[in-house]
């Protein structure tokens, strides 16, 4: 077990064109076959676990001979895969222990991401520990890593702001009308466009609980499509204007050359409505005539380059949390190579204990049929409390030693020859 | 009586100071643990102040508003709880380090000045007088707090216009809920003005045998009271809601100010008690 190190060895978007980690990536079945693999008593790779995403496939090894991995890799991709790994594939990036266990909290907690913070990364570092639970085998070290990387994740999460903020267009807007409106499960949404974005947006305001979509696009069948998906109802173009009027926000995202959402028409709507209008116009060129803003001091007009700005300065934001959630990360690390040296210096103060217990029991057998059983009793319980009072100081010692990383495996081997049966 | 009015009276500041403190690292640093524990702080606050106030008032045997720096805690108390039930509608704590900077600052001028000295005057050791000044001083407070909300909402839409997105617009609420607080605290203010209005009319009729309209702060106080509730009304029977309604309500509430500060200034009307 000493010997036993624990690997990763990882393809990502840092170091891996997207190519090949498409190849390489593995769907849960396969991440099973793996696991099935080494729990089958493996001589080298004792404990896996895999991190598969569309940004990274990374396998967390525990083995006794790392140099041996990339060719036990190689062959699982081919038996599992059938996929063989080419003369000049990627290097992968392969860290030890330590770098290993850092590596994976840093992963867990968005620091590895494509996006820096990015949220999905911590439901798919569960993913993979639920089928690390779930394959049967006996993982100690990979079950304990896997969860404290989920732990540092949420607390990384919730200790900084490095998730916070919108990164993306979509969620920009979103974030810009959730500083105006708390909910938006009674407010309607007006998409201009039926395209991939106004689908992002839409799916950014669904998942806060709009449920009122009206939808305007050039085709009509686009636009029903939507609208089937999220709910709500469809009009043509010009019934734009008049959709104003009650609605509170409007996205527009379309190809469009000229304003969709002009000025006069909106001039009359404004005396029908009341109340905060979000205008959020992604395309480019702009579908909505600037000028709007100006017609209410309720009107708040965004186009794309004043989300670009927003999302600028979020990734700024997230860039200064750096510094604090690497030291919860380090925290987080620390405690488990702790925890890790623990368990190299269990079997040695097992045997201490078990060399005192012995003396014990030997040195009672001698008055078993000599004494009463209540002196018999008596004496038991003597020879308990010096045994404990004796071994107590060792184990201590031990114990401070294994947490100060002063114990080597030549000491161990030391301490446990000493101890050892006699 | 005298030693716990005193160890309440320097209790209560510091309560107050560690709860804004609170707010105040909810507001930047959005933590919800400091948000949770300054809210349980400063309803520990209100309750201690309510204590410090009834005891005051027994050991003084009068209502504890003679004096201006009195009234400062009883102002401090009105803000206070009125805040706290807004806060509880919504349970939205970002606002709290506003109310609660208001709040210490005046229960701290209040504790510094503090003077335990007895005096008689007839008119506050009317039982009704108090009753009827707590909720006029409740329903102001709310009127307010109001106030501050529409201001807030104000700042952050002309950030939000501007593409100011600095540590207001990260810190404060949705305007949405700014506007729902506003209206909460307007709705507390009519009711608790109107009580205390109600209550100083009937009061005076009992006393004087007329219902006191000659002073000039108490028919200022009715007409801005018919003035928040049929603004009150009709904006809400007609919809309107958004920027303006918030400017309404801060002009109001800046003209009622100006003008009870005017009266206070140049007439000595029976509303004095020193």
């Given at each position: ?209 709009a449920k009122q979509f009206i939808i305007a696009n050039r085709t009509r069948e686009k636009s029903e499509i939507l609208a089937e998906k999220f709910g709500g109802k469809v009009i043509s173009l010009d019934q734009i204007p008049m959709a104003l009027s009650e609605v509170n926000v409007v996205v527009t995202a379309t190809n469009s050359p000229t304003y969709l959402v002009g000025y006069e028409e909106t001039k009359k709507i404004l005396k029908l ?150 | ?274």
């Open positions: 077990m000493e010997n036993e190190q624990i690997v990763l060895v990882g393809y990502d978007h840092k170091n891996t064109p997207v190519e090949f980690r498409d190849k390489i990536s593995l769907t849960s079945d396969k991440i099973i076959s793996f696991t099935k693999a080494v729990g089958k008593n493996n001589d080298n790779v004792r404990e896996i676990a895999v991190v598969s995403t569309c940004n990274r496939t990374e396998f967390y090894l525990v083995a006794s001979k790392p140099e041996a991995l990339m060719c036990w890799l190689s062959w699982q991709y081919r038996y599992n895969k059938q996929f063989s790994f080419p003369y000049q594939a990627p290097k992968p990036n392969i860290l030890y222990n330590q770098k290993a266990v850092e590596h994976l909290f840093a992963v867990s907690s968005g620091l590895e991401s494509l996006i820096l913070g990015e949220d999905q990364i911590l439901g798919q570092v569960k993913e993979s520990y639920n089928l690390l639970l779930s394959s049967g085998y006996k993982f100690p070290l990979l079950n304990k890593l896997f969860e404290q990387a989920i732990v540092a994740g949420k607390a990384v999460r919730t200790q900084t702001t490095l998730c916070q903020g919108a990164v993306s267009i979509g969620l920009a807007a979103v974030e810009l009308a959730r500083k105006i409106f708390r909910s938006f499960e009674k407010h309607r949404i007006l998409l201009i466009g039926a395209g991939e974005t106004s689908e992002l947006v839409a799916k950014h305001f669904a998942s806060l609980g409505r009341s109340g905060p209008l979000l205008m959020v116009d992604i395309s480019t060129p702009r579908n909505i005539n600037p000028g709007i803003k100006d017609l209410s001091q309720d009107i708040f007009l965004y186009n794309i380059d004043d989300l670009r700005n927003v999302i600028t300065n979020n990734i700024e934001k997230r860039k200064g949390q750096i510094p604090e959630a690497q030291s919860i990360i380090d925290y987080y690390a620390d405690n488990y190579l702790k925890w890790r040296r623990s368990l190299n210096v269990t079997p040695t103060i097992k045997a201490v204990i078990r060399y005192f217990e012995d003396i014990r029991d030997k040195e009672l057998e001698k008055f078993s049929n000599k004494v009463s059983a209540e002196e018999y009793q008596n004496l038991e319980k003597l020879a308990n409390g010096i045994i404990k009072k004796i071994q107590h100081q060792p184990v201590v010692a031990l114990q401070k030693m294994a947490r100060k990383q002063q114990l080597d495996i030549s000491k161990l081997h030391l301490i446990s020859e000493i101890y050892s049966e006699r | 009586m005298l030693k716990l009015v005193i160890t309440l009276n320097i209790l209560l500041p510091v309560i107050y100071g560690i709860s804004t403190v609170l707010y105040g690292r909810y507001f930047i640093y959005k933590k919800t643990r400091n948000a949770k524990f300054a809210s349980i702080l400063l309803l520990c606050g209100v309750l201690l102040h309510l204590v410090f106030l009834i005891s005051k008032g027994w050991h003084l045997q009068r209502f504890p508003i003679e004096s201006s720096f009195e009234s400062l805690s009883m102002l401090a108390f009105d803000i206070a709880i009125i805040y706290y039930v807004t806060e509880r509608l919504k349970r939205e704590y970002t606002t709290g380090v506003f109310f609660l900077t208001i709040v210490t600052l005046c229960q701290t001028i209040s504790t510094l000045l503090f003077r335990g000295e007895k005096t008689t005057n007839e008119l506050l050791a009317n039982p009704l007088f108090g009753v009827h000044t707590s909720f006029t001083l409740l329903g102001l407070s709310a009127l307010a707090i109001a106030t501050l909300y529409a201001l807030m909402y104000c700042v952050l839409a002309r950030q939000i216009r501007n593409r100011q997105f600095g540590i207001l617009y990260e810190g404060l609420p949705d305007l949405e809920t700014l506007d729902s607080m506003r209206q909460n605290a307007t709705i507390c203010g009519i009711v608790l003005l109107g009580l205390g209005i109600m209550l100083g009319h009937f009061w005076a009729y009992k006393l004087f045998n007329h219902f006191g309209l000659a002073d000039p702060k108490v028919w200022i106080t009715d007409i801005a009271l018919c003035a928040y509730a049929t603004i009150w009304w009709s904006t809400k029977k007609s919809g309107v809601h958004g920027l303006h309604t918030n400017i309404l309500s801060v002009w109001l509430f800046v003209m009622l100010f100006v003008l009870v500060a005017v009266l206070e200034f140049f007439l000595n009307t029976f509303h004095r008690f020193v």
